[in-house]
């Protein structure tokens, strides 16, 4: 049979395989679901547990593939177009610290934004690489933080000209893309290696109307969540290589090294799945989920003190929007983006991907309708004319960020040689921990960072209000821990 992009492999064997409901001498215990606790299985029903399987010849193994997920693998890099790619079970995470790992080696330096994800920083710490921290823009007006643009990675290179790679966030959670054409223009000009994080895009490609996607502009590797937008289950992700710079043996090695020796290959077989429908049906279904999510927008906009973020208001010779996501401002209601969502998941039995204090994130996917769209703006109507609150929200600030990084972040991190200090008297010490509050989202703190009064400042500011920040040690930032 002539392997097509309407194939899937890795699919089809798996099925035959659960179809034929052999009797299981291997793992996973609850064999073809025979133990499974009742009310489980009566929701689920037993056919889901025939196609949780382990590797043995018949399904191929995802560390040394050599039938049908080699050729699941191969349909996918032909349809993004690139040299290989690599299914992943971990999600993005594993995607993001396998590039910096392929890309660098200890003791090199990458230029990234503080909007990059977490993973981004657990790739740097394992790597052992030194972060050259670009400050990115706060756009106050909309509450809202953008990537570093391509003028931005063009004066950063300038700068620090010893830097081996780039790594770019694209889209980032409120789906605005840099300049991704003329960042790798840059990168090219100057022979530096370009990583994407474009876990929210991979389905950019698959629409006219969508920005460029970082496989169409060659970036050296890129990493796509094919469950965030796609029809594949949580956790399936795909690594895509296209590299003349780094080797793709080292690749293989770092993927399969961080990856499970048992994946669960019900996930494996949904990125295959994934990838034919969107190569067959793509243009098609995000035709229409534009179409929704336009008028969506053209609604909510007609709110008194409501809006939702627009193309017009964006597109620019650095930015642009994917028009699938939806970020809804509600800072001028009194209420914050926590608030409504909660009112949205408990009165409308709706629950959006994201919220802040500022702002609402709905993702449309693969699977959304018309009538999904539909009963979000009814909802987000409806709670504009039901509730009106007092709250004084804060504009979103960020400090100068103009922290020198003096320690290696992995050296940092995994020092013993640390103790805690009261956060006033911390100016100064080199942090060993992480912090970040929640908006904006940004790493105010990393290891390996000296401490300076105004992110202290900003610390103790936001502590004061309803703000959370990920990576402290106890109930309230009062103290931080520090190399001695």
């Known amino acids: ?100 790992l392929s890309a660098c080696d200890p003791g090199d330096s990458v230029i990234l934004s503080r909007t990059c994800h977490k993973s981004v920083l657990a790739g740097i710490i394992l790597a052992g690489v030194w972060p050259i921290w670009a400050k990115p823009v706060v756009d106050q007006q909309r509450d809202i933080i953008y990537e570093i643009s391509s003028k931005e990675v063009e004066e950063y290179i300038n700068n620090y000209p010893e830097a081996k790679a780039v790594f770019i966030t694209s889209p980032n959670y409120n789906g605005i893309c840099p300049d991704l054409i003329k960042i790798q223009e840059v990168c090219k000009k100057h022979n ?88 067959k049906n793509g243009t098609k279904v995000f035709s229409k989920i534009i179409s929704y999510c336009e008028k969506a927008r053209e609604e909510i906009n007609k709110l008194p003190n409501i809006f939702a973020l627009t193309r017009k208001e964006i597109k620019s010779e650095y930015y642009d929007l994917d028009l699938t996501k939806l970020t809804i401002n509600v800072t001028k209601t009194g209420l914050t983006g926590y608030k409504i969502e909660e009112i949205l998941a408990k009165e409308y039995k709706i629950q ?32 504009s004319k039901k509730y009106s609150g007092d709250y004084e929200i804060q504009k979103l600030q960020i400090p100068p960020l103009s922290t ?11 020092s013993t040689n640390t103790k805690r200090v009261s956060l006033k008297k911390s100016v100064g ?11 904006p989202g940004l790493p105010i703190l990393t290891p390996g ?36």
């Open 429 to 439: 010490y080199i942090s060993a921990q992480t912090l970040t509050p929640y908006p």
């Open 352 to 383: 959006v991907d994201c919220a802040d204090m500022f702002n609402l994130v709905a993702i449309s996917g693969f699977g959304t309708s018309k009538e999904d769209v539909e009963k979000l703006v009814y909802a987000i109507t409806d709670i």
């Open 449 to 484: 960072e000296r401490i300076t009064k105004d992110t202290v400042d900003y610390l103790q500011e936001i502590s004061s209000y309803a703000v959370r920040i990920s990576g402290q040690e106890s109930e309230n930032l009062k103290t931080i821990k520090v190399i001695r």
């Open 192 to 279: 530096k290696i370009l990583l994407v994080d474009e876990a929210h895009g991979p389905h950019l490609k698959f629409h006219p109307d969508l920005p460029v996607s970082a496989v169409e502009v060659g970036a050296d590797m890129c990493v796509h969540s094919v469950h965030k937008v796609l029809s594949a289950l949580s956790q399936a992700s795909v690594l895509h290589f296209n590299s003349s710079k780094i080797d793709i043996n080292r690749v293989k090695r770092v993927v399969s090294m961080l990856q499970t020796t048992s994946p669960n290959y019900f996930i494996l077989a949904s990125i295959d799945a994934a990838r034919m429908q969107v190569v």
């Open 1 to 100: 049979m002539k392997i097509t992009q309407n194939s899937t492999p890795l699919l089809d064997v798996l099925l035959n395989h659960a179809k034929n409901k052999v009797t299981s001498f291997h793992t996973p215990g609850h064999k073809n679901g025979a133990s499974i606790l009742p009310k489980l299985r009566d929701f689920t029903k037993r056919n889901v547990y025939y196609l949780d399987v382990t590797v043995f010849p018949e399904v191929d193994s995802l560390h040394d593939p050599v039938s049908c997920i080699k050729l699941a693998q191969e349909l996918m890099a032909k349809a993004y177009n690139v040299k290989n790619s690599f299914f992943l079970v971990n999600g993005s995470t594993v995607g993001n610290i396998a590039m910096l």
């Open 404 to 414: 020198e990084v003096v320690m290696l972040p992995r050296d940092a991190f995994f």
